[in-house]
């Protein structure tokens, strides 16, 4: 087994080896299971055409793979185990989607993208550099009891990788691709479907319960997330200003509803 795969294997059990095609697939899985359900919902639709691939995006581990794995040196598969189980209270792990995001390939690995920052600024585990900072920390507690180990990789999760997505908004701030016009139309049909099913649900209960003031809005419900937009209308993916990628704000938000989904079937 390579160093990936056993990477993968420690940090998310059960999950494919590549990155993008396991993010695609539980993309998928996330936001209705299948394009033919999709459609008929508003919600799933927008998450999945903000989160979804594009262009030559390529899926980032933000809780970087093999410089975590440094932690399950020695580990036996119970230890392994238990490791993962914990470090997953603080961040997603390995290929789970919540600790993958898609970016532009030169965000990603180009020479002033996020692998080589990280390099430099000992987040990022490379033979061929010296180590220092978290890198030099998860290396000493390889050699440590596992509790040790769960300290170390906590601290890794919750001070190394939000400082790394920091560094990718801050990338993301003026990347052309931010500029990139989003495709409303699947978002605008499922909308439409969504209408025409509340329209008809809107008739049957009128007619059984004779109330003409019935609104549809009162059949639906409120719905967490709400886009109007003209037949015509340009729709963009802009910053916000205060976390910078709004892609990137999309998946956080995304990452902490399908947590809960997650919990019970585990941007």
Known sequence: M???????NNQSPGRAEQASATYQTQLNQLTGGSKAR????SDDTVIYE????RGNEEAHHKGILETLDLLYRGLSTKEADELTGHLNQYH???NDILNLVNVPKDIHTGPDGIHPW????GYQYHSNHKPRGFVQDLIEASE???EYRKHVGERYLTEAVPA???KINDLLQDHPSMNEKLDMKSVNDAIAAENKDKRMAGDVLSQYMNDPELATGNVSGDKPIIINADENASVYLHTNGKNGNGNAEM???FNQNSNQKYISMKR
């Open 2 to 8: 390579g160093l990936r795969a056993r990477s993968v």
């Open 118 to 121: 990280a390099i430099e600024k």
């Open 92 to 94: 997603g792990m390995g």
């Open 164 to 166: 790394m997505e920091q």
């Open 144 to 146: 440590m009891p596992l």
């Open 251 to 253: 998946q956080e938000k």
């Open 38 to 41: 999709r459609a008929l919902n």
């Open 50 to 53: 903000l989160l979804r691939r």
